[in-house]
């Protein structure tokens, strides 16, 4: 199972954009990497998958380098709400990874 | 878009009962549904995976008499906790994978919260 490292927490501001990294240097061929975020008491949402280079969509970019042993969840413009956890996961299904510790994101106004 | 419904959101048991949690896809169907367990401040950690039609795999040091899984339709997937204790209490979180997606893109119930007094 690929090891995801994390930073433990991250302060940000109103309208910044916040990058958080994924460290997983024993990524495998067949993994996916996946962004979720979390609020309290709540169940974890998708934010964005990806498999290599970049992804893009509403909310969010991912940015994997070439050796995929790392990834970077974008978050542009972030307001309040989007003070929460974030966490990525890496595996070829949900049988076969492993939740990190996660980032808690803190935005400020 | 496919959601998961997970019911009840809350529940208050006492020590020793049995608590059981539905995990419902509402308009999709999941052969393959995952639940998980969160303590405060702590992050998920997989339980079991339930299977259609047959029997659940549970992660190792998950007790599988004590945490009983059943999924028995393409859409239901239930957790019955049994012969509960006060150490049982904890968030727990079904998730179904996105049909027609990489395995890895879940769509999570919003979890139910047991307390065993």
């Known amino acids: 199972l690929a090891k995801t490292t994390q930073p433990i927490s991250m302060d940000s501001y109103e309208g910044q954009e916040v990058n958080i990294t994924c460290s997983h240097n024993n990524i495998a061929t067949n993994d996916y990497i996946t962004w979720y975020q979390q609020f309290p008491s709540q169940g974890p949402r998708f934010i964005i998958q990806?498999?290599?280079t970049k992804v893009t969509n509403e909310v969010a970019s991912l940015f994997i380098p070439a050796d995929r042993k790392s990834s970077t969840l974008s978050l542009p413009r972030v307001s309040l709400s989007d003070t929460a956890v974030y966490y990525c996961?890496?595996?070829?299904?949900?049988?076969?990874?492993?939740f990190g510790d996660g980032t808690t994101l803190t935005v400020k106004p | 878009g496919a959601v998961v419904s997970q019911h009840p959101s809350w529940v208050i048991c006492k020590s020793g009962t049995s608590v059981k949690i539905e995990c419902r896809s509402l308009d999709f169907q999941a052969t393959t549904m995952f639940w998980y367990r969160q303590f405060p401040k702590q992050s998920l950690m997989l339980m079991a995976t339930?299977?259609?039609?047959?029997?659940?795999?549970?992660e190792q040091g998950v007790e599988k008499d004590k945490f009983l899984i059943n999924h028995a339709s393409l859409t239901l997937s239930t957790l019955t906790v049994t012969s509960a204790h006060p150490e049982d209490s904890s968030f727990y979180i079904c998730s179904a994978p996105l049909p027609g997606a990489p395995q890895l893109t879940l769509h999570f119930g919003n979890g139910t919260r047991l307390t065993v007094t």
């Open positions: 339930s299977n259609e039609g047959s029997k659940a795999t549970y």
């Open positions: 990806g498999y290599k």
């Open positions: 996961l890496v595996g070829p299904s949900a049988g076969k990874s492993t």
